[in-house]
């Protein structure tokens, strides 16, 4: 593991402490878990936008938010995100789907 340093504003430094209390973690632990909902939230916008841009297909931004596919279709039809989907698209998910 990597040690990265950091000043936080006092009023976030006292919210990442209730929230280690809340949690019954030391703030170390608690900086962890709010880094990693923090990523898994980024990595699901981007592949998000990929997806709306057509520049990804569904299986593709399914692996860059790192979600299984069902999951990250149940998040495309929450957000209302229009699907650029061509029948190449489809083919190639198939294919990926299957591993041919």
Known sequence: ???V???LPQD???EIEWYAK???VGKTVALRKILERGLKEVRIEHALEEYR????????ASEMAR????EMMEIIKEKGVPAPYTLKDVEEDIKAAFGE
Do not use: A, D, Y
Not at 53 to 60: M, P, Q
Not at 67 to 70: H, I, S, Y
């Open 5 to 7: 340093s950091t000043r």
């Open 12 to 14: 976030m430094n006292k």
């Open 53 to 60: 841009e057509g520049r990804v297909t569904l299986w593709k």
């Open 67 to 70: 979600l299984p596919l069902w």
């Open 22 to 24: 809340k949690e019954h």
């Open 1 to 3: 593991m990597s040690l």
